[in-house]
C-alpha cells in the first residue's frame, strides 16, 4: 500500500503544483478541481500516488508548458489511470466529456 501523499512535499519537485507565496495556484475552477478529485481518489486508495504521477510527468513532458497547460496534463493522467483502472469506461468518459462541452451536463457536477 502506498502512503499518503502530503502535497506540501510536492513543494520542491519537478512536477509540483503553481504557487504563490506557497499556496497552490489555480487559474480556473476546474483545474482546482482536476487536482483535488486526483488527490482524493489517491488519499481513498483508489489510484496510487506514483503511477498518478508517472503518468502526471509523462503528461508534463508530453504537452506544453505553464499555466493552464499544467493542469491540463492532470486531467491527462488523472483520464488515463481511470480508464485504466477500469473506475470508468473509455466510451463512458468520452461521452461525459462531450455532454460537459455541450453544456448538457451541469459544470458544478
Known sequence: ???????NDMAEAADAPPRSNGELVFEAPWQGRVFGIAVALQERQAIGWNDFRDRLVQAITEGETGGEAYY???????????VDSDHID????????????????????
Do not use: C, H
Not at 491540463?72 to 481511470?82: C, G, P, R, V
Open 1 to 7: 500500500m502506498e502512503p499518503t501523499v502530503v502535497i
Open 72 to 82: 491540463e496534463s492532470w486531467l491527462k493522467a488523472l483520464d488515463s489511470i481511470l
Open 90 to 109: 473509455a466510451a463512458e468518459l468520452e461521452q461525459r466529456t462531450r455532454d460537459y462541452l455541450n453544456g448538457e451536463r451541469d459544470e458544478i457536477f
